[in-house]
């Protein structure tokens, strides 16, 4: 599946959605990561809030400007 992404460098967003596939429901999984789902369940897209934050404690590299510069984003199920 090929996902499109979307970073707003303003409010610290990262968005990773499918283009090919139809919204069914959202999961606010907390206040930071909002999960998409297709009608069978499958993830069809993320959203991130405070990305930079959120992403750094996985990976230090992960900033602002890394976020910025991004070009490619890949969702695996």
Same mark, same amino acid.
């Given at each position: 599946?090929?996902?499109e992404f979307h970073y707003d460098k303003e409010d610290d967003i990262l968005v990773i959605y499918s283009l090919n596939s139809k919204y069914q429901?959202?999961?606010e999984y !907390?206040? @930071?990561l909002v999960i998409?789902?297709?009608? !069978?369940? @499958?993830v069809i897209g993320i959203g991130i809030f405070d990305a930079s934050e959120f992403l750094h404690a996985f990976n230090e590299?992960?900033?602002n400007k890394f976020l910025e510069n991004?070009?490619?984003a890949i969702l695996i199920n």
């Open positions: 599946m090929k996902f429901e959202s999961i !907390d206040e @930071k998409d789902l297709d009608k !069978d369940g @499958k590299l992960v900033n991004l070009e490619e």
